[in-house]
């Protein structure tokens, strides 16, 4: 078995086991819900308990808020954020600034194209870019943390630079 392959397993075995730990319910990792609006028992929905907001969890919150902002596109192979998409960081701040109990999750994003492992970090260099900016724009360190994703969580699953270009992102979660 080669070296990659042996990792992805074992990092799958250490997903699987420190989500027990955590107290997540069905044994699921974060990666394995779907977004907040697209399913029943999610924040806005009746049957929604905060005890099932695996993102809040992870991270030690109590719940994910049910606040939507734009997600930050990026180039190609790239972490630098735009000047046509900072207006959306800008905005993010601005409710931060306003609701100072609130903190941050920021996730990285990205197309297919490239290894996992490349993949995982250019997610995270792109999250780590957008809460470089926000720090930048006055929000605390301590309010923002990141995730990536790589290529795991697309919005969309076709092959076309459309489609490719628009998980080329960040997302912005809320929580307390």
């Known amino acids: ?22 107290g997540w319910r069905r044994g699921k ?3 394995d819900f779907p977004p907040a609006h697209l399913d029943a028992g999610w924040p806005g ?12 969890q992870r991270f030690g919150y109590t719940q994910t808020l049910d606040v939507h902002f734009e ?9 630098q954020i735009a000047s046509g998409e900072q207006s959306k960081i800008e905005d993010v701040a601005n409710y ?9 999750i920021i996730e990285g994003h990205t197309c297919d194209i490239g290894s996992r492992e490349y993949n995982m970090a250019l997610g995270e260099r792109r999250a780590l870019a957008a809460r ?16 990536s994703y790589g290529e795991e969580n697309p919005l969309h699953f076709g092959t076309s630079e459309a489609e490719r270009r628009l998980n080329r992102r960040a997302a912005f979660n809320m929580v307390q």
């Open 96 to 104: 931060m600034r306003r609701n100072p109990n609130v903190k941050a």
């Open 71 to 79: 997600n930050v596109l990026f180039g190609f192979d790239s972490s």
């Open 45 to 56: 929905s009746a049957d929604f308990r905060f005890d099932d907001d695996p993102l809040a």
């Open 1 to 22: 078995m080669d070296k990659k392959r042996c990792l992805v397993i074992a990092l799958t075995v250490v997903v699987a086991l420190g989500s027990f730990g955590c």
């Open 132 to 147: 470089a900016y926000l720090v930048q724009l006055g929000i605390e360190p301590a309010r923002i943390q990141t995730l």
């Open 29 to 31: 990792d974060v990666d």
